[in-house]
């Protein structure tokens, strides 16, 4: 069989490693990935903007003024400004801290990304175990069909089995074959919804993960969507100190220094002068910008709540699942015995004509029925591990 069970430990680390490969090749293909690492760029500059002397660069005017178009007398001032911008009280501790905190948020993003993606790389991954267990077993039953139609055609024509029997086994086939084909499909699907994420083809080899040992009430300190949520929690708020903080535009301070003369005859005259802008503060400007920082907070608040309430509850779910999924895996491996068993009795009174092909039939139906049942356990088994393991955001 194409899934496996892990035996030992070596077989875990099969399972973590084939699964944590096809998450770094996903991740590589990912579309969003580029762009988070340009957001952190982006945080990192802004990082170093906020860290600077100045809140913007400064600026250098410089300017001339004579009499040439009128008098012509020789008058001339030359003007060269110096002015940079200064930062408000505060303004500088707030945005080094929303600097901080955008470059804190855009790591968590990443982070919780992975964890999506992780989710969406093990739906895929164990449905097309599935997938093969399925297939796998269709082509047992066909094989199985024609081996049977082979004996009856042969007991047929000595004359031990009606026709009846020979139609019947024949009719097996072809149900068998109509079954491998419509799996054969389903097997060709699930096998593009993987590569489509990893961009290769799968392993042969597909087992478990072994569950993880976090504890529910530990989440909220390590869980990669819960600490996203919370960083940009702490990114709006920290808009809402900026906001706070730049009530007006900065004021500017200027360094100006003048050299002129009257006219021909006189010397250059030197001056320095120093100059400082104070912008109004306008109070609409200033409630417009807050209150858009604090809606954002807010929005940002709430929807934290909403996702630890949602990752708390998907978490008890997924245990429960797992816990069902063991049960009906004992149940299963019970049934496949019993059906094993009635299956071996069937045939040896078939092959000794005490028993009819139609009672053979239904019989060996259900044999393949327990048989297939245990195989989807088996991955419904494992898929829950993984489902736990997601909900409670750890990665392969």
């Known amino acids: 069989m194409a899934f496996s069970l892990p035996g030992d430990a070596a077989d875990a680390q099969s399972a973590r490693s084939g699964l944590a490969q096809a998450l770094e090749q996903a991740w590589r293909l990912h579309p969003q990935a580029a762009a988070l690492e340009a957001r952190e760029a982006e945080a990192r500059a802004t990082r170093e903007v906020a860290a600077s002397l100045t809140p913007e660069p400064g600026s250098l005017s410089i300017g001339s003024r004579n009499d040439r178009l009128n008098r012509n007398l020789g008058k001339q001032e030359y003007e060269v400004e110096l002015a940079a911008p200064l930062w408000l009280p505060g303004q500088k501790a707030a945005r080094e801290a929303e600097a901080a905190s955008r470059i804190d948020e855009a790591s968590a993003k990443r982070a919780a990304l992975r964890v999506e993606l992780a989710g969406e790389l093990r739906e895929a991954w164990w449905a097309l175990a599935a997938a093969r267990n399925a297939n796998i077993l269709a082509a047992r039953r066909l094989d199985t069909a024609r081996a049977l139609e082979a004996d009856v055609q042969r007991r047929y024509k000595v004359g031990e089995l009606s026709r009846i029997d020979a139609n019947l086994a024949r009719t097996e086939v072809h149900a068998a074959g109509a079954e491998l084909i419509e799996f054969e499909v389903t097997l060709l699907q699930a096998e593009q919804a993987l590569r489509t994420l990893t961009g290769i083809a799968a392993p042969s080899d597909m087992v478990e993960e072994a569950a993880t040992t976090r504890l529910i009430s530990a989440m909220p300190e390590i869980h990669p969507l819960l600490a996203a949520a919370a960083a940009v929690s702490r990114s709006a708020r920290a808009k ?38 104070i912008p109004f503060s306008s109070g609409a400007q200033v409630r417009r910008e807050t209150s858009a920082a604090e809606a954002e907070a807010h929005q940002a608040d709430a929807e934290m709540l909403r996702i630890q309430t949602r990752v708390q509850l998907e978490a008890e779910r997924a245990q429960r699942a797992l816990v069902s999924a063991e049960r009906q895996l004992a149940m299963a491996s019970e049934r496949i015995a019993l059906s094993a068993e009635n299956l071996r009795l069937s045939e040896k009174a078939f092959s000794l004509g005490e028993s009819d092909l139609a009672t053979l039939l239904r019989i060996r139906a259900a044999a393949f029925d327990a048989e297939a049942f245990h195989d989807r356990q088996r991955v419904a088994r494992a898929a829950a591990i993984s489902r736990l393991n997601q909900a409670m955001g750890v990665l392969p």
């Open 240 to 277: 809402v100190t900026v906001a706070n903080e730049s009530r007006r535009a900065a004021p500017e301070l200027a360094l100006r220094v003048v050299s002129e003369r009257g006219d021909f005859a006189e010397p250059y005259a030197n001056t320095v002068g120093i100059r400082l802008k």
